[in-house]
């Protein structure tokens, strides 16, 4: 059973770090790409950050570039989203996806076939 489950949430501080992971088991993550998508309460999915099976081609959304930083370990089959000056419109259930590739780096989230829990970003102070 292919499965992708997220840690890392928490609540922090405007201007802290969190570092959240996506993990994936019964299958690999290699072959896949990967995008973490957010939803705060009474809006719609937001794609925040996608990157490619290699890692070499990466793409963020606005709102987070320059503050938030994609990268992926396929030995370890996980996926990083190191979130940096964090603020409080950053609060959200934050989702990884995958899609098998090849296929498209896109923050589309009809783009991706498999989804995690969410772990939930607060920030505040």
């Known amino acids: 059973q292919l499965q992708l489950v997220e840690s890392g949430g928490g609540l922090v501080q405007p201007g802290g770090s969190l570092r959240l992971s996506c993990a994936a088991s019964?299958?690999?993550?290699?072959?896949?790409?990967i995008v973490w998508f957010r939803q705060a309460p009474g809006k719609e999915r937001e794609g925040v950050s996608a990157?490619?099976?290699?890692?070499?081609?990466?793409k963020y959304s606005n709102p987070v570039k320059g503050r938030f930083i994609i990268s992926r370990n396929n030995a370890d089959d996980t996926v990083y989203l190191q979130m940096n000056n964090l603020k409080p419109e950053d609060t959200a259930v934050y989702y990884c996806?995958?899609?098998?590739?090849?296929?498209?780096?896109?923050?589309?989230?009809?783009?991706?076939?498999?989804w995690g829990q969410g772990t939930q970003v607060t920030v505040s102070s």
């Open positions: 990157i490619s099976t290699g890692g070499t081609l990466i």
């Open positions: 019964g299958f690999t993550l290699e072959d896949y790409i």
């Open positions: 996806a995958a899609n098998r590739a090849p296929g498209q780096v896109t923050l589309n989230p009809s783009s991706y076939t498999y």
